[in-house]
């Protein structure tokens, strides 16, 4: 059934007219903010200037992560994820985002019920909404392999690299994890005081990351708590990062610092994480929340009567 109504969503997808008024939702997921658009629904094309315009938060919407629902290209999804940050580029994942997709997708009866699947760029995500509220995803398998960022190493446990940041050279030593999407995880002792700004977009321009790297600042308070600050590749330091918050915890639990089930305080709230280690998928738990509606106004296409 599903792979019936996916196979008429793709060809749809073929035939459609690009709308000019385009309905969108303000969501957020611990204040990490996003702008969801259903291009099923509603059919349109955005270049990635026009996602940056949107993306500014004096002269635009404004949001960390622009989230599109679309049909999947693969039988066993039923929907495709696509996310731009607000620099405009194209990247393979948002934690927070999926729980808000999740949310939206249920809301207005996309689907009937969880679980969800969900087709990204280079994983199958699955999406479960608790009688809480709260969402759980299914975030796929932790990667190591520096071809997996990319990094630009040989694999090792940690690295250390040094960084020009604030006038001085910091010698800095991180774990290196893929959840799709680059990450880069410091262990800092003080988190409120880390120089997340500076280091972060530092780090995130190092040639050892060819495609640019999230920075995460994890203080480990105790084996199931820690307090994480993300320096986001393509946004700057969010409220909170999802998938920041796996792969720092997945570092420290491959560490050996932190036990299988961890608590991560983010600037903009908690989000629980379990891991049972290698060979195994990282699950987040958290909520989703929707702040507004409103319609993008699309530039009418030149000759096209659009
Ligand atoms: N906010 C996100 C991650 C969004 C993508 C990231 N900035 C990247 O470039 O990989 C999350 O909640 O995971």
């Known amino acids: 059934m599903a792979d019936t109504r996916n196979r008429q969503r793709r060809h749809n997808r073929g035939q459609r007219q690009t709308s000019s008024r385009l309905p969108f939702t303000k969501m957020h997921g611990l204040g990490n903010d996003f702008v969801v658009i259903d291009l ?17 938060r004096h002269r635009g919407i404004g949001f960390d992560q622009l989230l599109m629902i679309d049909a999947p290209n693969r039988p066993d999804a039923d929907f495709l994820y696509r996310i731009f940050n607000a620099d405009g580029s194209e990247v393979e994942h948002c934690g927070n985002g999926a729980r808000c997709f999740a949310k939206y997708v249920l809301d207005r009866g996309l689907i009937a019920n969880s679980p969800i699947h969900v087709e990204t760029a280079n994983r199958l995500l699955t999406l479960h909404r608790n009688t ?24 090792q446990d940690s690295y250390q690299t040094t960084v020009n940041a604030d006038g001085s050279d910091h010698l800095i030593e991180f774990y290196a994890v893929s959840m799709g999407n680059p990450h880069a995880v410091l262990v800092v002792s003080d ?80 989000l629980q994480i379990n891991w049972q280690g290698e060979g195994h998928p990282v699950l987040m738990t958290g909520p989703a929340a929707t702040v507004f509606e409103g319609h993008i106004t699309l530039p009418k296409r030149a000759g096209t009567g659009e």
Not at 46 to 54: A, K, N, P, T
Not at 234 to 250: I, L, P, R, W
């Open 132 to 155: 809480d509220g709260q969402v759980q995803v299914d975030m796929g398998e932790p990667e190591f392999t520096p071809a997996s960022l990319p990094l630009d190493a040989q694999q």
């Open 191 to 270: 988190c409120e005081n880390a120089p997340v700004k500076s280091l972060g977009a530092r780090i995130g321009k190092l040639p050892l990351f060819p495609q640019g790297v999230n920075v995460g600042f994890m203080e480990i308070q105790d084996r199931n708590h820690i307090r994480l600050r993300v320096f986001e590749r393509g946004a700057g330091e969010t409220e909170a990062c999802g998938t920041g918050a796996c792969a720092a915890v997945v570092a420290g639990i491959k560490a050996g610092l932190l036990n299988n089930t961890v608590t991560a305080t983010l600037n903009g709230g908690q």
């Open 40 to 56: 099923i629904s509603h059919p349109a094309s955005l270049s990635s200037e026009q996602i940056r315009e949107l993306g500014n």
